[in-house]
């Protein structure tokens, strides 16, 4: 029979527990042989934090110590977890706690209570969806948010790139461009007027910066509405877990937070040649400019370059495209050159291996005249033009220079200023996590940083499990021909499975509405790419047309479910639409067949 401990000696052993508890920042009771203590204890060296471990398996009186934490704790298993005289449990709850950020957090010794349970940085559609996300499921939540003015001086309201200055006036211009050509159309089809037709800046300007208007309020009132405090201050770290806000008249106040989201998005990126801050504008400016631009000179051939290229020549104004190298990077080359040279055949010059090295003013004015002297990229060749707006669109940098992530600890790649996560969108540092453009090799994309802050915050708070899934994002190019695209492009899918393990099925069709008015025929593709390994399940979806946007949301929802040729082949077309092009095709690009389309 175990001998039986007194009162004394039990008291004894709960003061040498509490002592060791009391005076080491990290305390493990653990067992040596033990899988689960050998986790924790790997994440400690890992976190580079000194513990002191009490192997009870290796102590004379280790089972009287277990008996001992048991009354003291509850807690019977090991490891036995203690930091900074707080009992944080066994392997589970001490990883949970470091996957939450309450780990770091006793780490610290910051155990008080904090203002908020997160405070998001930035008020664009990631950080508003996670933001009312996370304070419907009952958390006290911050969202601040602050529009630095452009070079020119624009600024805008709440929503962020998309709302203000990017998706939604993006497509309203697009319409008003695309409604021009369905006018021209409209003679073929009947349509009589005698008026000549001619386009006005300032009353299209007026109708979209009205639309714009009221969604900001929209969501300033959804904020309040859900109980998330809205600041307009410019956000910035000063500790891990307090941040500094700065209002537009410079009065500063400081916050802390359990949690924080980072949702600073992207501006556009300036050239750094003599006169172009002074004189051009960017996608950020272009939307609310308050004259028509005139012959413009869009510098790049980003989606952004393309798409603001295409709607100013769909107005009628004369404009150039200039190309430092191909179009549309990281997109399937195949589409990008179609889109290209269909802008090309309606009115669009490009500029191609010439890169800009000096703008200077020839007269100020609404529009003024500007002078670009450009360089060949493949000769010292120079050559000059005038022009009356510069638009640069040669890509866009992330927002996080200037938000003191070196004083939180938040590792950054410093070529881009983009933010390394894993696949909960979290940091290096645990209670910081990020979401949108600023994530480094992520899809920068409105409903992707909508669908990530909303999944994070029923994570973080709702006891859910699901994570965005970032492979077959279904998106649009709004070139003045639309190109929809989904999963991999011909070059990636090449280069992941082989030539010869994908067959890529392609077309070229004539619209019917193009038919009447005799244009464009036989100019608008699509082509799937299917894997031969795999049953030829759809990898890469392309559609180049009208309507791209609506015709690729459902073969997006299609490839989600792991859509095979096979079934597209046995999907009954909707006829005569575009896209049931993609329940016919037949001709392979290694067959090298005929793939024009006449009649029906």
Partial sequence: ??????????????????????????????????????????????????????????????????????????????????????????????????????????????????????????????????????????????????????????????????????????KLMHQTALLGTAMHDARKFGWQFDESVKHNWETMKEGVNNYIGSLNWNYRVALRDKNVNYVNAYAEFIEPHKIKGTNKRGKETFYTSARFVLATGERPRYLGIPGDKEYCITSDDLFSLPHCPGKTLVIGASYVALECGGFLAGLGLDVTVMVRSILLRGFDQDMANRAGEHMEEHGVKFLRKYVPVKIEELEAGSPGRLKVTAKSTETDELIEGEYNTVLIAVGRDACTDKIGLDKAGVHVNPKNGKIPVNDEEQTNVP????????????????????????????????????????????????????????????????????????????????????????????????????????????IGFHYLGPNAGEVTQGFGAAMKCGATKEQLDTTIGIHPTCAEIFTTMEVTKSSGGDIAQAGC
């Fill in 431 to 538: 209670h910081i996590y990020a979401v949108g453009d600023i994530l480094e090799g992520k899809w920068e994309l409105t409903p992707v940083a909508i669908q990530a802050g909303r999944l994070l915050a029923r994570r973080l708070y709702g006891g859910a499990k699901t994570k965005v899934d970032y492979v077959n994002v279904p998106t649009t190019v709004f070139t003045p021909l639309e190109y929809g695209s989904c999963g991999l492009s011909e070059d990636r899918a090449t280069e992941l499975y082989g030539q010869e393990n994908i067959e890529v099925f392609h077309s070229l069709f004539w619209p019917l509405e193009f038919t009447v008015p005799g244009r464009d025929n036989n100019k608008c593709y699509g082509k799937i790419i299917c894997n031969k390994l795999d049953n030829d399940r759809v």
């Fill in 1 to 170: 029979m175990p001998p039986v401990e007194n009162d004394s000696g039990k008291n004894g052993l709960k003061s040498e527990i509490q002592q060791l508890i009391d005076s080491n920042q990290v305390c493990v009771f653990s067992k040596s042989y033990c899988p689960f203590c050998v986790k924790v204890k790997d994440l400690f060296k890992e976190l580079n934090v000194d513990c002191n471990v009490v192997e009870l398996d290796l102590l004379e009186n280790g089972a009287i110590y277990q008996d001992t934490l048991l009354e003291m704790t509850g807690q019977k298993t090991v490891p036995n977890v203690f930091i900074n005289k707080t009992h944080v449990g066994g392997c589970d709850k001490t990883l949970q706690a470091h996957k939450d950020g309450s780990l770091q957090q006793l780490l610290s010794g910051e155990n008080e209570a904090y203002d908020y349970d997160l405070i998001v940085i930035g008020g664009g559609s990631g950080g508003l969806a996670c933001s009312k996300e996370a304070a419907a499921l009952g958390k006290k939540v911050m969202v601040l948010d602050y529009v630095v003015p452009t070079p020119k001086g624009t600024t805008w309201g709440l929503g962020g790139t998309c709302v203000n200055v990017g998706c939604i006036p993006k």
